[in-house]
T-cell receptor
């Protein structure tokens, strides 16, 4: 199935550092979402973006919906050990009834 | 927020048997549910879209006769893996569509086929 291009694939950082990851698509999306998944669990929604250019924050997390509608980024500031996990971007193309398409994920490791 | 449950959370079965996984929307009605499969260290891949009262729509490469989907009510969709084989071992995750098209994910079901 179709997938988004998500990078980087993995990151190893020190506690307190800022993190940035992004997703790109060859097609336009009307919705961009960012999820975090812990081992053995389902994805948990972090931030949802519904308008091109939209910049939204959730605590230390900030995400933006690219103006071209083909990309999005997620920033995590001042990382802490519990930020460890796999982060997925997901996009929805058109109607609300369509399924989400997921990126391949970014595995974040934080050392204290 | 809206809650989606899955049952069982883990299942181990012998090769050749069938396994049923349930996905329930606990506090909202979901006319549409989605089934994903996730292999280790990989992303979620959409298997099928389940619509209440009608046949499911399967993604290319997913065998509809092997992965039977029944969405008999507005709060329940089931995925049955028939004649399971070791290569079907995976993490199966459902998602239910709620109000305004928002998707809510279940906690996943870990299937291990021996």
């Amino acid at each position: 199935g179709q997938q988004l291009n998500q990078s980087p694939q993995s990151m190893f950082i020190q506690e307190g550092e800022d993190v940035s990851m992004n997703c790109t698509s060859s097609s336009i999306f009307n919705t961009w979402l960012w999820y975090k998944q812990d081992p053995g669990e389902g994805p948990v929604l972090l931030i949802a973006l519904y308008k091109a250019g939209e910049l939204t924050s959730n605590g230390r997390l900030t995400a933006q919906f690219g103006i071209t509608r083909k990309d999005s980024f997620l920033n995590i500031s001042a990382s802490i050990p519990s930020d460890v996990g796999i982060y997925f971007c997901a996009g929805q193309a058109n109607q609300a009834g369509t399924a989400l398409i997921f990126g391949k994920g970014t595995t974040l490791s934080v050392s204290s | 927020g809206a809650v989606v449950s899955q049952h069982p959370s883990r299942v181990i079965c012998k090769s050749g048997t069938s396994v049923k996984i349930e996905c329930r929307s606990l506090d909202f009605q979901a006319t549409t549910m989605f089934w994903y499969r996730q292999f280790p260290k990989q992303s979620l891949m959409l298997m099928a879209t389940s619509n209440e009262g009608s046949k499911a729509t399967y993604e290319q490469g997913v065998e509809k006769d092997k992965f039977l989907i029944n969405h008999a009510s507005l709060t329940l969709s089931t995925l049955t893996v028939t004649s399971a084989h070791p290569e079907d071992s995976s993490f199966y995750i459902c998602s239910a569509r709620g109000l305004a098209g928002k998707k809510f994910f279940g906690p996943g079901t870990r299937l291990t086929v021996l």
